[in-house]
């Protein structure tokens, strides 16, 4: 069967072209750029774990290829900031997308409609992303989607993705994509990883749609949803409740 894809490029290399000191393309390994990077070692056009984590998002995210271009030293061994670098955002994808909090028993096919796959979401349950991927065996062939909610003790469906707006005036706050930074295209295909329009709080049920297809019936593989797991984070929180903790210290002996 035809299968249908659109792809947006990301340019995610940090300065100008060409390969010198004064004009490094990262590409190759330029000892003296931990020196002279504001945010920190190491320089290698992705600055830190929690940018990584975000271009996957971006890129994996969108059933493309994330290629990092990293470079050894001059000495033919990574960079061991670089490693840790890499270890920790490849510790936040399988921490967060290695596990679900809701995901389908089992592939499903059928017509383009309305739930062609439905979640059940554990009570008090949070999650920030919405994973979906079609059968690839069969071609891309969800044209246009929506990912939609139901609240507890409700038959209402609310948007949680918004389709793709092609042809129609997109309602007010409803971009292309869900968080309005970047277009994005209206298929599923391999893999695709939504970042949900509204907090995902009190949800007890969540449903894909599909829109329009190229052909059907239409084979999904997965749709599951995942809760955001990072090291970073749990160090910024851990960061501010010893803060607090300093504070109500404080507190306490001027009292």
């Not at 995610?12 to 000191?21: I, K, M, R, S, V």
């Not at 992705?46 to 990092?68: K, P």
């Not at 809760?227 to 160090?235: T, Y």
Request: hydrophobic share 40%; aromatic share 8%; net charge neutral.
């Amino acid at each position: 069967p035809p299968s249908h894809s659109t792809s947006h490029c990301f340019e995610l290399q940090e300065g100008p072209d060409g390969n010198t000191d004064a004009m490094p393309t990262y590409w190759f390994w330029h000892p003296w750029a931990c020196a002279k990077n504001v945010s920190g070692c190491p320089w290698m056009g992705h600055a830190n774990a929690s940018r990584i984590f975000e271009s996957y998002i971006l890129t994996v995210g969108r059933g493309h290829v994330l290629n990092m271009n990293i470079p050894p030293e001059r000495t033919g061994r990574m960079n061991a900031s670089v490693a840790l670098v890499m270890a920790e955002a490849g510790t936040a994808i399988n921490a967060t997308f290695g596990q679900h909090v809701a995901s389908m028993a089992h592939p499903t096919s059928g017509a383009c409609g309305d739930g062609i796959a439905t979640l059940s979401v554990p009570v008090g349950a949070h999650f920030d992303f919405v994973m979906a991927a079609e059968d690839i065996a069969y071609g891309a062939r969800i044209a246009n989607y929506s990912i939609e909610y139901q609240l507890a003790n409700s038959s209402d469906w609310h948007v949680l993705v918004p389709p793709v707006w092609k042809k129609l005036p997109a309602p007010a706050g409803m971009g292309d994509r869900p968080d309005g930074h970047d277009p994005r295209d209206s298929h599923i295909g391999r893999k695709r990883i939504d970042t949900p329009i509204v907090s995902a709080v009190g949800v007890a049920r969540v449903r894909l749609n599909c829109i329009e297809a190229f052909q059907t019936p239409v084979h999904v593989r997965n749709f599951s949803l995942h809760q955001k797991v990072v090291p970073w984070e749990a160090r910024a929180n851990g960061r501010v409740q010893t803060a607090k903790t300093t504070t109500s210290k404080a507190e306490a002996r001027s009292t």
